[in-house]
């Protein structure tokens, strides 16, 4: 699974997260590179979102005085030093023997945000015992609504009870995205990797009951028709509905995850969502959905502040940071870097991410004349076609 030993250090070389991902991909086998580094289709969404931010310019404003500025957020009562969250993504294990643990443990030695995923190859209480150990930063659960709406109760429950402070309920995912990638390498999860917290106490049965519910399952499924997208997957996937129900089984802030829309933003937010995640998962469930950072102006504009907005997708810099909070995020979320970093050099590479995206920001903001992220705003922005002009 690992074809090179973890780096014992930070080599000179590794200045910018981009350089991670010639380390990772050496210490990777084929199966894992093309889970965490393909994308749906063509793969054309996850290069938008990169193009997104490379195509906007900054306009600085010189000999401002920003001395005691800081990046520090507060999302959901808790104090950031900067706005830089780790995103949710499966299976860690396939990437370092420690897998959640040793991301959850950096996280928090920072005291960034981290956001534990269904698919974890840890269990939930694990997790949360390894990110106390690294010190007080927020531990979030992300939530892939189960076929079994118990489970779904039961993992809220778990969650809540290891310290976690807001559920993110990731809704564009209903099925898993056609990437080509991943077929051409037949990926498949190593034995010993698994979704732990799916599991579920094996019930007694008889060969009979068993027969039973296999022909029931049958009969239901040739009543349905025989598409496995429509029949098979789409009866199971999330509705405005299942918000409801969340909302209302859980004490913690919901956060809604894979929004582009924004009626949809507006629709999360009336029925009592506490924030808005603007995603297209990575460009990973389907191809050719706007880049998030271009999806994100619409919806501020029409959220106006009701609740916080994060973004996913395509953060690679500080200036990506600056021009996703001058559009109306209140913090980004990356996934992949944090990975190539975890699969390089474990721990210590999660955290010198962290730490490289808030120098390179803070350097962003000195530079630009702005102190604080409460003044970030389009006018920094050198054409004027991408200002917001709120209502």
């Avoid at 420690?98 to 269990?123: I, W």
């Avoid at 010993?192 to 009969?219: F, K, Y």
Wanted: glycine share 8%; hydrophobic share 45%.
């Amino acid at each position: 699974m690992f074809n090179a030993p973890l780096l014992d250090g930070i080599p000179r070389d590794i200045v910018a997260l981009a350089d991670y991902e010639a380390y990772a991909r050496r210490r990777l086998d084929d199966n894992a590179w093309a889970y965490l580094d393909g994308a749906a289709a063509d793969e054309l969404t996850q290069a938008w979102n990169r193009a997104a931010f490379d195509r906007r310019a900054l306009l600085p404003r010189v000999m401002a005085d920003v001395a005691g500025g800081h990046c520090r957020t507060t999302l959901f009562g808790r104090e950031l030093p900067s706005p830089v969250l780790l995103a949710p993504v499966a299976w860690q294990k396939l990437f370092h023997p420690d897998g959640e643990l040793a991301t959850a443990y950096a996280a928090s030695a920072l005291g960034a945000g981290f956001v534990l995923s269904t698919l974890a190859s840890c269990q939930i209480e694990e997790v949360a015992a390894a990110a106390r150990q690294g010190g007080d930063g927020p531990r979030w659960f992300q939530l892939y609504l189960q076929p079994d709406r118990s489970l779904n109760a039961e993992l809220v429950q778990r969650a809540e009870a290891a310290g976690y402070e807001a559920i993110v309920f990731t809704v564009d995912a209903p099925l898993h995205g056609i990437r080509n990638r991943e077929q051409r390498v037949g990926f498949q999860l190593p034995p010993g990797i698994e979704a732990v917290n799916l599991r579920r106490p094996a019930q007694p049965d008889d060969a009979e009951g068993a027969a039973r519910r296999t022909r029931s399952d049958a009969e239901k499924r040739a009543r349905r028709g025989p598409s496995a997208v429509f029949d098979d997957l789409m009866p199971h996937a999330p509705t405005w509905r299942d918000l409801e129900w969340l909302l209302a089984t859980t004490r913690l802030p919901v956060i809604v995850k894979g929004v582009l829309h924004p009626d949809d933003a507006v629709r999360a937010v009336d029925l009592g969502a506490a924030g808005i995640i603007v995603s297209n998962h990575g460009g990973r469930t389907l191809d050719t959905l706007p880049a998030s950072l271009d999806a994100l102006p619409a919806v501020a504009d029409r959220l106006l502040g009701r609740v916080p907005i994060l973004l996913d997708g395509g953060v690679r810099r500080g200036t990506d940071i600056f021009k996703a909070i001058a559009l109306g995020a209140s913090a980004v979320l990356i996934g992949r870097p944090y990975i190539h970093a975890l699969s390089a050099a474990g721990p210590l590479g999660v955290a010198h991410v962290l730490r490289l995206l808030q120098d390179e920001l803070e350097a962003t903001m000195a530079l630009c004349g702005v102190a604080s992220l409460d003044r970030i705003s389009t006018d920094y922005f050198k054409d004027p076609s991408f200002r917001r002009t709120d209502p």
